[in-house]
């Protein structure tokens, strides 16, 4: 769990736009963040296991 005032800190606007700090929604995770579904690589695999995201299928081979 990240502290909030990190996460306070990351929601403002930044000086220059690469500043930019992207957090899970989730948990406020900054690492291992997956922009195309805006979690941590935990809190995706968390509701990938428990169905809550839709189309998203454990892989078996």
Do not use: Q
């Not at 990351?10 to 690492?31: D, E, F, L, M, Q």
């Not at 195309?36 to 998203?56: Q, T, V, W, Y």
Request: hydrophobic share 35%.
């Amino acid at each position: 769990m990240a502290r909030k005032a990190l996460i306070a800190k990351a929601k403002r606007k930044p000086k220059y736009s690469t500043r930019v700090i992207r957090r899970c929604w989730r948990c406020g995770r900054n690492h291992g963040y997956m922009r195309d579904f805006g979690l941590c690589r935990i809190c995706f695999r968390e509701l990938a296991n428990s169905g809550d995201l839709p189309g998203i299928t454990k892989s078996s081979w």
